[in-house]
C-alpha cells in the first residue's frame, strides 16, 4: 500500500512540474507539440528510472560507507551523464526505433534538474532501491502527465486569439501556472501516508 | 578527503571507461538517419538543394547544417515528410524570410461608388457610401482579396503595405527546440 502511495503521491500530489517546479525547461521548450511531448515524456520515464535506481546503488554503496553523502550532488550528475550516454550509445546501435523516439531527447535531458533532482529527494527520504525506483518511476509518470496536458492546451492557445502582449511564452507561463494551482487540488490526497 | 577523491576519480574512471568501451563495441556503421532522410528524397541527384546530390543532402540534414526545404523535386509534400521524420517544424520551400502585408488598394478615381465590396469584406475595412468613393482601411486590411470579384470596375488592386515606423512591429517570439541544460 505505501509503494502505491510513493507511486501516487509522486504522480499527482508532488507533481514534480506542477508542485516541486522542477524541470520547466524541457516542460516550456517540449510542449509546443503532443508528439514532442509524448516522446520527451518516455525519453525522460526512461531516464528517471535508470537515474533513480543507479544513484541509490551509488548512494547506499559507495558514498554511504564512506561518509561522502556530501558529494551526493556532483556524484549523481556524473553518474546521471555517463549513464545516459552510454544507454544512448546502445540504443543506437541494437534498436533504431527506439533510437528515433527517444534519441534526440536523451542528450537533452541528461542533466536535466528533475532528473537530479528526484533522486536526491529520494535519498534525503532515505527510500529503499524499490521505493527509490517507484519513486523515479511515479515523478516520470507525472512529468509526462503534465507535459502532455500542457501540449494539449497549448495546441489549443495557437488557435486562440491571444493579446498580443501575451502571445507566445507569456501566456505559456500563465497557463502553467493556473496549471499549478490547479494542482494543488491533490494536496490532501496523501495524507494517509506516513 | 582522500576517501573523496578515490571515489570520485573512481567514478570518474569507471565511468569513462564504460563510455570509451561503449563507443568501440556499439559503433554504428554509417549514419541510420540519414539513410532515413536519403530514402524519402527523390534520388533526382539534381543538386538543386546545393549539395552535389541525393545523399550528401540527407547527411547534411542529418548532421543539422542544412535545411530541409531545399529539395525542390520533393517539394512541400517531402519536406512535410522530412519535419516529420525529424520532429523539425514544416517550412514552405524557399519561402522568403520576411514577407510584407498584402493589403487592397482601390483606385479612387474609377470607384463608382457601388458598395459592392463594402459587403463583401469581411473586416469591414473598406468605408464609404453609395455613389460615394470608397477606400481601405490598410490596418484592417487582411489582404483576403474577397472584395477582387465583385467590383464591376475592376479598380481594386493589391499591393504590399509599405512599412513605416507606424506598422513595424517586433516579431512573435519562436521557441523550437532550443538546447536544454
Known amino acids: 500500500m505505501s509503494y502505491l502511495f510513493v507511486v501516487l503521491g509522486a504522480v499527482l500530489v508532488n507533481n514534480v512540474v506542477f508542485v516541486r517546479i522542477l524541470g520547466l525547461c524541457p516542460f516550456m521548450g517540449t510542449s ?51 549513464i545516459v550516454q552510454i544507454t544512448e550509445l546502445i540504443i543506437h546501435k541494437t534498436s533504431p526505433a527506439l533510437q528515433q523516439v527517444l534519441g534526440i531527447f536523451l542528450p537533452l535531458i541528461t542533466t536535466n534538474c528533475a ?49 498580443l502582449a501575451f502571445r507566445g511564452v507569456p501566456i505559456a507561463m500563465m497557463t502553467a501556472g493556473f496549471m499549478s494551482l490547479a494542482f494543488m487540488g491533490f494536496a490532501g490526497l496523501d495524507r494517509f501516508h506516513h | 578527503m582522500l576517501a573523496a577523491l578515490f571515489v570520485m576519480t573512481g567514478i570518474a574512471l569507471v565511468l569513462g571507461a564504460a563510455l570509451g568501451c561503449a563507443a568501440v563495441y556499439f559503433k554504428v556503421e554509417g549514419n541510420p538517419l540519414a539513410e532515413q532522410i536519403d530514402a524519402i528524397l527523390p534520388q533526382t541527384q539534381c543538386a538543386q538543394c546545393g549539395y552535389p546530390g541525393c545523399k550528401p543532402y540527407a547527411e547534411a540534414i542529418a548532421s543539422g547544417e542544412a535545411e530541409i526545404n531545399l529539395c525542390t523535386p520533393g517539394g512541400d509534400d517531402g519536406a512535410r515528410k522530412l519535419a516529420e521524420l525529424l520532429g523539425r517544424e514544416f517550412k514552405p520551400r524557399g519561402a522568403p524570410a520576411e514577407k510584407l502585408k498584402i493589403v487592397a488598394l482601390i483606385d479612387e478615381q474609377t470607384c463608382i461608388g457601388c458598395t459592392l465590396c463594402i459587403q463583401a469584406c469581411p473586416v469591414d475595412a473598406i468605408i464609404g457610401s453609395a455613389k460615394q468613393m470608397h477606400t481601405v482601411v490598410s490596418c484592417y486590411c487582411t489582404g483576403c482579396e474577397l472584395c477582387l470579384p465583385p467590383c464591376p470596375v475592376d479598380c481594386i488592386a493589391l499591393i504590399e503595405e509599405p512599412r513605416t515606423p507606424q506598422n513595424w512591429r517586433w516579431k512573435y517570439p519562436v521557441t523550437g527546440l532550443g538546447v536544454f541544460t
Do not use: H, Q
Open chain 1, 115 to 163: 532528473v537530479l533532482g528526484i533522486p536526491l529527494l529520494s535519498a534525503n527520504f532515505g527510500y529503499g532501491l524499490l521505493e527509490s525506483l517507484l519513486f523515479g518511476f511515479g515523478s516520470a509518470v507525472g512529468f509526462t502527465f503534465a507535459l502532455i496536458l500542457f501540449a494539449g492546451i497549448r495546441e489549443r492557445i495557437d488557435g486562440a486569439d491571444v493579446p
Open chain 1, 32 to 82: 509546443k507539440k503532443l508528439d514532442t511531448a509524448i516522446g520527451m515524456g518516455m525519453a525522460t520515464t526512461f531516464v528517471l528510472t535508470l537515474a533513480s535506481g543507479t544513484c541509490y546503488l551509488i548512494d547506499n554503496y559507495l558514498l554511504t560507507p564512506f561518509n561522502l553523502s556530501y558529494l551526493r550532488t556532483l556524484a549523481f550528475i556524473v553518474m546521471i551523464a555517463g
